[in-house]
C-alpha cells in the first residue's frame, strides 16, 4: 500500500475554516459600521420633523437646533457628531437650546427634507422658537464656525 501524502501548506479543512472565519469578522465589521450610529452628545430629541417641538420651544422660548443627517450614517455624518458637535457640547449646553437630531433615508425622497430645503447633508440649522429659521450650516462645519456662526447666529431678516 502507499501512503497518500499532502503537498506542504494548509488542509482544505483548515482553508475552509479559515475562509468562514475571515467572511464572519468581514460581515461583523460591515453590520457595526452600517448599523451603529451613536447619537450626538447631550440630550438629543430623534424626530422625523422639527415642527414637533416647536410647541415646546414656544412655551419654552428656546430655540431649536435640529441635526439633519443620513440615515444610515455616512462619513460627513459621523465626522459631524465626532468632531463638531461632541467637541461643542458646552457651547450647546450654554445656548440652551432644545436637540433635535432628524435622520434622512433618502434626500430626493424626503418630505422633510423637501420642507426644510435640505438639500445636503449633513445639515444644521438653528430655529426661532415660532419655528422660523435663524442660520443654516451645511456639510462638514468645523468647531468654531460651529459656535460662533451657527449657534450666536442673529435672526434672519425675511
Known amino acids: 500500500m502507499t501512503e497518500k501524502t499532502r503537498p506542504a501548506g ?9 475562509g468562514l472565519a475571515a467572511a464572519i469578522i468581514a460581515l461583523s465589521i460591515f453590520l457595526i459600521q452600517r448599523f ?3 447619537m ?15 410647541e415646546q420651544a414656544r412655551t419654552q422660548n428656546r430655540r431649536v437646533l435640529a441635526f439633519f443627517a443620513a440615515r444610515p450614517r455616512g462619513v460627513d455624518d459621523s465626522w459631524m457628531v465626532s468632531n463638531t458637535l461632541m467637541k461643542n457640547k ?17 434626500l430626493a425622497s424626503s418630505p422633510v427634507a ?10 444644521c440649522v438653528l430655529f426661532s422658537p415660532n419655528g422660523f429659521e435663524i442660520r443654516r450650516g451645511q ?19 425675511p
Do not use: C
Open 10 to 18: 494548509a488542509s482544505p479543512r483548515g482553508k475552509w475554516i479559515f
Open 36 to 38: 451603529y450610529e451613536p
Open 40 to 54: 450626538p452628545p447631550g440630550n438629543w430629541a430623534v424626530h422625523d420633523d422639527p415642527q414637533a417641538l416647536f
Open 90 to 106: 458646552d457651547n450647546i449646553d450654554q445656548a440652551n437650546v432644545i436637540r433635535l437630531y432628524v435622520p434622512v433615508k433618502n
Open 114 to 123: 423637501a420642507k426644510y430645503q435640505i438639500t445636503q447633508l449633513p445639515t
Open 139 to 157: 456639510g462638514r462645519i468645523g468647531q468654531m464656525p460651529f459656535d460662533k456662526e451657527l449657534l450666536q447666529g442673529e435672526t434672519k431678516k
